[in-house]
């Protein structure tokens, strides 16, 4: 009877080993691959809110970290930094709308340093199917309407959903969403204005997972 534990301990002990070391195996081959792929995914975001025409830097290589309660709440958010010939012009920025209907919402805003939008992305939401969930480009093309629009300084009135005077349609049965987006929008827009004069100083993305 101990030979037979014996050699079933054996067994088990080999087909773990074999398993981890193929495990291991696939995800040294397959890493690259899912890198690379995420690499691409992220920089078609990018360009969804930055049009690509207008920087000619590597913009997912000038990824910085910035700090501010602007962006929604206290946590570390990145910045990626659009330039022409060397020429700071641009930045997409994460960034949150604390108070959606069923909690925070996730964003990327791409803005010039001068009040211009050039487009806003939802990455994540747990807004309610049917009627919330139109902040998503897949169902609903009501993220596309920030596309060009010009922020006027923080009592600029227009930049705000319908039912509080602006400019943005809000949705039957649902105004709490857009108004979240549309004003965690406007909040980040003002914010990258006030940057210019200290991205010398903001760490990059690689020494803040230091």
């Excluded at 995914?41 to 501010?68: A, F, M, R, S």
């Excluded at 919402?105 to 001068?114: C, H, P, R």
């Amino acid at each position: 009877m101990l030979d037979s534990i014996r050699k079933n301990g054996v067994t088990l002990a080999l087909f773990a080993a074999v398993t981890t070391g193929v495990t291991a195996v696939i995800n040294a081959v397959t890493k690259p691959t899912i890198e690379h792929q995420t690499a691409v995914q992220q920089k078609i975001l990018l360009d969804q809110v930055v049009p690509p025409e207008i920087y000619d830097n590597h913009i997912q290589q000038e990824c910085y970290v910035v700090t501010d309660k602007a962006l929604g709440n206290g946590k570390p958010h990145h910045l990626y930094l659009a330039r022409m010939q060397d020429k700071p012009v641009a930045m997409a920025i994460e960034t949150t709308a604390p108070d959606g209907y069923s909690g925070e919402i996730q964003m990327l805003v791409g803005a010039s340093f001068s009040g211009k939008v050039y487009g806003v992305r939802v990455v994540e939401h747990h807004e309610t199917p049917g009627l919330g969930d139109k902040i998503e480009l897949r169902i609903s093309d009501w993220i596309n309407s920030f596309n060009g629009k010009q922020i006027s300084g923080p009592d600029d009135k227009q930049f705000a959903v319908k039912k509080d005077g602006g400019d943005f349609d809000q949705f039957t049965g649902a105004t709490i969403t857009p108004r979240a987006v549309v004003n965690a929008a406007k909040r980040t827009a003002l914010y990258v204005e006030t940057l210019p004069t200290r991205l010398a100083s903001l760490p990059d993305c690689g020494e803040s997972n230091e």
